[in-house]
């Protein structure tokens, strides 16, 4: 019984872990976000720049490799970020674009 007491505990501090660590991710993206001007050009949830796309509910649109092509290439829509972005910063914002699933405030 102690035993299992012990392995349910540590499995709980696990995934408390999993998802403190996540949390962290997504907020460091929402930071490297607003802080390279994501904010001045594209809209997320009703705040930022009226150029499209629009990225409120883009965590249900686009798949995490979908939105590290777009970011890190050019496209019609918007520059490449490839050269300006270090790949742990590239991470934690896709961390925190694939949490933008509301659609509401385009």
């Not at 007491?5 to 993206?29: D, E, F, N, P, Y």
């Not at 649109?61 to 590239?90: D, V």
């Amino acid at each position: 019984m102690k035993q299992r007491l012990t392995m349910l505990a540590l499995m709980l501090t696990s995934a408390i872990l999993l998802i403190v660590k996540a949390q962290i991710k997504v907020q460091c993206g929402t930071n490297i976000f607003t802080e390279s001007g994501g904010l001045h050009c594209l809209t997320i949830q009703g705040v930022g720049g009226k150029r499209e796309p629009a990225l409120s509910g883009v965590g249900q649109r686009l798949s995490k490799a979908g939105m590290r092509r777009q970011i890190t290439s050019r496209s019609a829509e918007m520059p490449a970020f490839a050269n300006i972005l270090e790949k742990p910063e590239l991470k934690d914002m896709i961390a925190y674009l694939h949490s933008c699933h509301d659609r509401r405030g385009r």
